[in-house]
């Protein structure tokens, strides 16, 4: 986690699948990430239509397309708090963070690790069952997220120059 903390900006492509239990076929994303030390997140979705995330400290925008941009304060959301510390805390090397959150277990080596996140709390239990994320060195390269209703996020990503 040191190492990860050392890194100030990531910049990378993502594509990701979101298999729904509503659905019968994959909803597939493409986009860019970005992470800047210490807290700022931005998920920029370009196919299949527009969307951006964007994470500031506390603060969350949220803009699906052309609608009007959507703020949330994390302080208020607790169930969005423990998704977004689960992506944002791992690039910022904060484990105190996913500890807050999550029961975490690191396995593999430092060049081929695995973090396997459980929530703590019974509410957060609810919506998310696990979180795996996968990388070597300072990267994420894949990311799975597994909701308590069955549905399932998988996320791969690269670095961008």
Do not use: C
Not at 23 to 35: A, E, I, K, S
Not at 36 to 45: I, N, V
Not at 46 to 58: A, F
Not at 104 to 127: C, I, K, M, N, Y
């Amino acid at each position: 986690m040191a190492r990860m903390a050392a890194v100030p900006e990531r910049h990378e492509s993502f594509r990701e699948e979101r298999r729904l239990a509503a659905l019968n076929f994959p909803l597939v994303m493409t986009g860019t990430l970005r992470y800047r030390r210490p807290a700022h997140l931005e998920k920029l979705t370009e196919t299949p239509q527009p969307e951006s995330l964007v994470v500031e400290g506390d603060r969350v925008e949220l803009t699906l397309g052309n609608e009007p941009t959507q703020i949330l304060d994390l302080a208020r959301a607790p169930d969005l708090r423990v998704l977004v510390d689960a992506v944002r805390a791992p690039l910022s090397g904060d484990l105190a963070a996913l500890r807050r959150s999550f029961a975490v277990r690191a396995t593999g080596t430092p060049d081929a690790w695995v973090l396997e996140l459980q929530p703590l709390e019974p509410r957060a239990a609810r919506f998310l069952r696990a979180v795996r994320l996968a990388g070597s060195g300072t990267n994420v390269r894949e990311t799975l997220l597994l909701q308590a209703n069955g549905d399932v996020h998988h996320m791969l990503t690269r670095p961008l120059p």
